[in-house]
């Protein structure tokens, strides 16, 4: 298992990694993400919403490396986003502690998942390294040590995100969240957005999995609850629908 999964190896993670060559330019809040999603527009017909899907998994071939968990890929491995830090690095969004084990919990999960924060020592020099990346089931982003340089790590971002099934939002970041919706990710986050109503498999209704406590179990319940929706592609097809109305 990759050392980064366990609580108990991931507080060392503020050790600087060597190979790292961090920016010295400064980032402004979803800098290149946001830069990366400004012209993408949510489908509005049946052949453009078919293309989005075909782009899904176009995208997550390419990426099919790094959803390979201990060297093998899982039938329906899902591929998770985890905002852990604002994109500027000034603020946790979730408690460190309580994040360490979220993490450990995903070892018992069919999920792939990419820790997009700003305070940790990435595991990659940038992201496209990413398909290559054999490790657990935890890969470390920093957003801030990316060496790609901008034109690259906007386009590496932009595949990571069409590949992405779904992410983790810990805040009420409206524009993170338009973004994430553009792309057809299924977001997991706290029922205060307007953008989301909670998915109603009884009535298919709903574009998300939110939890009302921002606490370890409420965010790991409502994440399984988006996994077993996964297992079934018409379900969650029908649910990405939703998120691009």
């Known amino acids: 298992m990759h050392k980064a999964n366990t609580p108990k190896t991931a507080k060392k993670r503020t050790d600087k990694n060597p190979k790292i060559i961090k ?21 509005a017909t049946q052949s453009v919403f078919s293309m ?42 979730f408690p460190r ?36 990346h054999q490790g657990g089931q935890i890969v470390w982003y920093n957003p801030r040590q990316d060496n790609s340089g901008r034109g690259r790590e906007e386009k590496e971002i932009d595949r990571l995100l069409m590949a992405a099934d779904m992410a983790i939002v810990f805040h009420e970041q409206h524009e993170l ?45 409502a994440l399984v609850r988006a996994l077993e929706t996964h297992k079934f592609p018409y379900d969650w097809n029908h649910i990405i629908r939703q998120v691009c109305k």
Do not use: C, H
Request: no cysteine; charged share 30%; net charge negative.
């Open 23 to 43: 920016k010295t330019i400064s980032k402004s809040d979803l800098e290149n993400f946001s830069i990366v999603g400004k012209e993408r527009k949510l489908p």
């Open 177 to 221: 969240i338009k973004l994430m919706m553009n792309y057809g990710i299924v977001i997991v986050a706290q029922d205060k957005s307007p953008l989301l109503e909670n998915y109603k498999p009884n009535e298919e209704t709903g574009n998300s999995f939110l939890f009302k406590k921002k606490d370890l179990w409420s965010v790991f319940a």
């Open 97 to 132: 502690e309580e994040l360490f084990k979220l993490l450990d919990g995903l070892r018992i999960l069919n999920i792939k998942a990419v820790v997009i924060d700003t305070e940790q020592p990435s595991d990659l020099n940038n992201l496209g390294e990413l398909a290559d």
């Open 52 to 93: 989005l899907l075909e782009g899904k998994k176009e995208a997550k071939t390419e990426l099919s490396g790094t959803l390979a968990v201990d060297g093998k890929i899982s039938g329906r491995t899902a591929l998770l986003l985890v905002f852990a830090t604002d994109l500027n690095g000034e603020k946790e969004l």
